[in-house]
């Protein structure tokens, strides 16, 4: 099993900067995709940054030039600093991790509000 634990998230002013952490435990041997999802009030889960194997990073168009995704694997970290917020980034959080793609396992998500 492997568990996820987000934390970071909170309350910033529009033009603000958080950085979201993603605490990883259990068997890691099988898992080489990480990401950071995204749920705003009444809309779907979106994946808003990947990062694969070595470092392969992907990016939602809405997020690119503002989001960095980062992992810190002796420590079993991965990282979501976000920089430029809207008040569109508000939403709950969430850190997940596969194989060959981030999905599989959750963490219970943090939650970050832009204000405008």
């Known amino acids: 099993q492997v568990r996820l634990v987000e934390s970071g998230g909170g309350l910033v002013q529009a033009g603000g900067s958080l950085r979201l952490s993603c605490a990883a435990s259990g068997f890691l041997g099988g898992i080489n995709a990480v990401g950071w999802y995204r749920q705003a009030p009444g809309k779907q889960r979106e994946l808003v940054a990947t990062i694969i194997g070595g470092g392969n990073t992907d990016y939602a168009d809405s997020v690119k030039g503002r989001f960095t995704i980062s992992r810190d694997t002796a420590n079993s970290m991965v990282y979501l600093q976000m920089s430029s917020l809207k008040p569109e980034d508000t939403g709950v959080y969430y850190c997940?991790?596969?194989?060959?793609?981030?999905?599989?396992?959750w963490g219970q998500g943090t939650q970050v509000t832009v204000s405008s």
């Open positions: 997940a991790a596969g194989k060959s793609a981030p999905a599989g396992y």
